[in-house]
Nanobody
Framework: QVQLVEPGGGSVQAVGPLSLSCAAS???????????MGWFRQTAGKEPERVAV????????YYGDSVKVRFTISLENADNLLYLQMKSLKPEDSAMYYC??????????????????WGQGTQVTVSS
Protein backbone atom coordinates (compact mmCIF):
# COMPACT_ATOMS: atom_id res chain seq x y z
CA GLN A 1 0.00 0.00 0.00
CA VAL A 2 1.06 3.55 -0.72
CA GLN A 3 -0.29 6.76 0.73
CA LEU A 4 0.16 10.07 -1.07
CA VAL A 5 -0.46 13.41 0.64
CA GLU A 6 -0.28 16.77 -1.08
CA PRO A 7 -0.05 19.88 1.00
CA GLY A 8 0.02 23.28 -0.58
CA GLY A 9 -1.07 24.34 -4.00
CA GLY A 10 -2.69 27.69 -4.18
CA SER A 11 -3.39 30.63 -6.37
CA VAL A 12 -0.75 32.59 -8.21
CA GLN A 13 -0.56 35.38 -10.64
CA ALA A 14 0.87 34.36 -13.94
CA VAL A 15 3.90 33.84 -14.36
CA GLY A 16 4.35 32.16 -10.95
CA PRO A 17 6.45 30.33 -9.90
CA LEU A 18 4.77 27.72 -7.76
CA SER A 19 5.89 24.40 -6.33
CA LEU A 20 3.82 21.40 -5.41
CA SER A 21 4.90 18.58 -3.17
CA CYS A 22 3.64 15.10 -2.50
CA ALA A 23 4.68 13.02 0.48
CA ALA A 24 4.72 9.29 -0.14
CA SER A 25 4.60 6.64 2.55
CA UNK A 26 4.22 2.91 2.52
CA UNK A 27 5.88 0.54 0.09
CA UNK A 28 7.67 3.28 -1.82
CA UNK A 29 10.20 3.35 0.96
CA UNK A 30 11.35 -0.17 0.20
CA UNK A 31 14.73 -0.33 -1.48
CA UNK A 32 13.49 -3.16 -3.64
CA UNK A 33 10.40 -1.41 -4.93
CA UNK A 34 10.17 0.50 -8.18
CA UNK A 35 7.40 2.92 -8.97
CA UNK A 36 6.27 5.31 -11.61
CA MET A 37 5.39 8.52 -9.77
CA GLY A 38 4.04 11.64 -11.32
CA TRP A 39 1.66 14.51 -11.58
CA PHE A 40 -1.64 14.70 -13.39
CA ARG A 41 -4.06 17.58 -13.67
CA GLN A 42 -7.72 17.86 -14.39
CA THR A 43 -10.20 20.62 -15.06
CA ALA A 44 -13.96 20.32 -14.88
CA GLY A 45 -15.44 18.35 -17.73
CA LYS A 46 -12.10 17.20 -19.12
CA GLU A 47 -10.10 14.02 -18.97
CA PRO A 48 -7.07 13.99 -16.65
CA GLU A 49 -3.89 15.16 -18.34
CA ARG A 50 -0.51 13.60 -17.67
CA VAL A 51 1.82 16.44 -16.67
CA ALA A 52 5.11 14.86 -15.62
CA VAL A 53 6.12 11.37 -14.57
CA UNK A 54 9.34 9.84 -13.35
CA UNK A 55 10.40 6.35 -12.42
CA UNK A 56 12.11 5.73 -9.10
CA UNK A 57 15.72 4.64 -9.30
CA UNK A 58 16.12 5.94 -12.85
CA UNK A 59 16.57 9.20 -14.72
CA UNK A 60 13.54 8.48 -16.86
CA UNK A 61 11.19 11.47 -17.01
CA TYR A 62 8.19 12.21 -19.16
CA TYR A 63 6.79 15.71 -19.64
CA GLY A 64 3.58 16.63 -21.35
CA ASP A 65 4.05 18.83 -24.38
CA SER A 66 2.18 21.72 -22.77
CA VAL A 67 4.55 21.92 -19.80
CA LYS A 68 7.94 21.04 -21.27
CA VAL A 69 10.67 23.51 -20.28
CA ARG A 70 8.32 25.27 -17.86
CA PHE A 71 7.76 22.46 -15.30
CA THR A 72 10.29 20.27 -13.51
CA ILE A 73 9.55 17.05 -11.68
CA SER A 74 11.90 15.73 -9.04
CA LEU A 75 11.95 12.99 -6.46
CA GLU A 76 13.76 13.29 -3.16
CA ASN A 77 14.30 9.67 -2.31
CA ALA A 78 15.59 10.20 1.22
CA ASP A 79 12.36 11.85 2.33
CA ASN A 80 10.03 10.20 -0.20
CA LEU A 81 8.93 13.57 -1.52
CA LEU A 82 7.79 14.20 -5.07
CA TYR A 83 7.97 17.76 -6.32
CA LEU A 84 6.62 19.70 -9.25
CA GLN A 85 8.23 23.07 -9.82
CA MET A 86 6.22 25.28 -12.12
CA LYS A 87 7.33 28.52 -13.76
CA SER A 88 6.07 30.74 -16.53
CA LEU A 89 2.58 29.76 -15.45
CA LYS A 90 -0.36 30.49 -17.68
CA PRO A 91 -4.07 30.67 -16.89
CA GLU A 92 -4.55 27.44 -18.85
CA ASP A 93 -2.36 25.70 -16.24
CA SER A 94 -5.16 26.22 -13.72
CA ALA A 95 -6.44 22.82 -12.64
CA MET A 96 -6.64 20.34 -9.81
CA TYR A 97 -3.24 18.70 -9.61
CA TYR A 98 -2.87 15.15 -8.36
CA CYS A 99 0.20 13.11 -7.58
CA UNK A 100 -0.02 9.44 -8.43
CA UNK A 101 2.02 6.29 -8.11
CA UNK A 102 2.00 2.89 -9.75
CA UNK A 103 4.28 0.00 -8.83
CA UNK A 104 6.44 -1.65 -11.45
CA UNK A 105 5.81 -2.86 -14.04
CA UNK A 106 4.80 0.57 -15.24
CA UNK A 107 5.62 3.02 -17.99
CA UNK A 108 5.99 6.76 -17.59
CA UNK A 109 3.65 7.27 -20.52
CA UNK A 110 0.87 5.21 -18.99
CA UNK A 111 -2.63 6.72 -18.86
CA UNK A 112 -4.20 7.91 -15.60
CA UNK A 113 -6.24 4.72 -15.42
CA UNK A 114 -3.00 2.76 -15.05
CA UNK A 115 -2.23 4.37 -11.69
CA UNK A 116 -3.41 2.74 -8.50
CA UNK A 117 -2.48 5.29 -5.86
CA TRP A 118 -3.56 8.93 -5.86
CA GLY A 119 -3.16 11.95 -3.65
CA GLN A 120 -6.16 13.99 -2.62
CA GLY A 121 -5.40 16.75 -5.12
CA THR A 122 -4.46 20.38 -4.77
CA GLN A 123 -5.97 23.27 -6.65
CA VAL A 124 -3.75 25.57 -8.68
CA THR A 125 -5.29 28.74 -9.99
CA VAL A 126 -3.35 31.04 -12.27
CA SER A 127 -4.82 34.44 -12.94
CA SER A 128 -3.95 36.59 -15.89
Amino acid sequence: QVQLVEPGGGSVQAVGPLSLSCAASGNTTSSTSSYCMGWFRQTAGKEPERVAVTRTGTTIIYYGDSVKVRFTISLENADNLLYLQMKSLKPEDSAMYYCAAEPSPCVTTGPPAAYTYWGQGTQVTVSS
